[in-house]
């Protein structure tokens, strides 16, 4: 039967939630007695209940899963590469992939290198994370398990990387929207409009053919080769049409 392994000491670090030492607790049998405990080290169950495999490294507890988190940092000019590497128990493993993937998110842009490894960053994280959602509650552990916190998407550093993402998405639909209502019009043929500007400097304006404002019709596009209009019209300006590049004739009205 293995021996489990002792809580790993681990220097003091961004990721490291356990740095500090435990203190002991007195009592009537001297300064390292703890109280009564009621199960041994693996609690109810007495024994390691997987032979030969280690708990989580932060815990202590089983089941756990080796799995290596990873975290960016940009520098401007530098950048940081932080991991660390398992076994975690499921709600330990959450809270570290929870808490390096929210900081990367806004620590990890800083740097014209760094605005490509932190994406990379981020999906190499989902692997992980798909590990420790698998596994069963953590249980027999020598100190409590990290508590997860909030899911990502609710976490303020993800609001406000998704925050210009979303201005983004919604910026190129508003784009079309904006040019088809305050855009120059497009005209086709049967169409009525005035000209509120010169011929050189054409400001088209569609009206409704019954409408004492509207001063031509167009009548022909010159699309095709041989087309030409008919003697007194005029010819629209080609930022008139929808491929910018067509002409339309326009006969006068009255």
């Known amino acids: 039967m293995a021996t489990p392994p002792q809580p790993q000491q681990q220097g003091a670090g961004p990721y490291n939630p356990y ?3 435990v203190p002991q607790q007195g009592g009537p049998a001297g300064p390292g ?4 405990q009621p199960y041994g080290t693996y609690g109810a169950y007495g024994t390691h209940p997987e032979p ?3 708990g989580c490294r932060l815990c202590g507890a089983w089941p756990a899963a080796h799995a290596t988190v990873r975290g960016h940092q940009g520098l401007i000019v530098l950048m940081r590469f932080l991991s660390l590497r398992g076994p ?3 709600d330990c493993g959450l809270a570290t992939y929870r808490r390096m993937s929210s900081d990367t998110l806004w620590q990890g842009w ?3 290198l760094s605005a490509f490894i932190t994406p990379v960053t981020l999906l190499m994280n989902l692997g992980p994370r798909a590990a420790f ?3 069963a509650p953590p249980a027999g552990g020598h100190r409590p398990a ?3 916190g909030k899911p990502m998407w609710r976490r303020a550093p993800v609001l406000l990387f998704l925050l210009p993402v979303l201005l983004v998405v919604l910026a190129v639909p508003a784009l079309f929207v904006a040019a088809a209502v305050f855009g120059d019009p497009r005209l086709s043929a049967g169409q009525c409009v005035r000209n509120e500007g010169s011929w050189v400097e054409q400001e088209l304006e569609i009206e409704s053919c019954a409408s004492p404002r509207a001063e031509f019709r167009v009548t022909e596009r010159l699309g095709t080769p041989g087309a030409r209009c008919a003697a007194g019209d005029y010819v629209s300006d080609p ?3 929808r491929n910018d590049f067509t002409t339309f004739c326009l006969t006068p009205l009255g």
């Open 239 to 241: 930022k008139y049409s």
């Open 110 to 112: 800083w740097g014209p």
């Open 133 to 135: 959602r698998k596994l």
């Open 88 to 90: 975690f128990c499921r």
């Open 19 to 21: 740095a500090a030492p």
């Open 52 to 54: 030969g495999r280690y």
């Open 146 to 148: 990290l508590d997860p």
């Open 33 to 36: 007695y703890a109280g009564p």
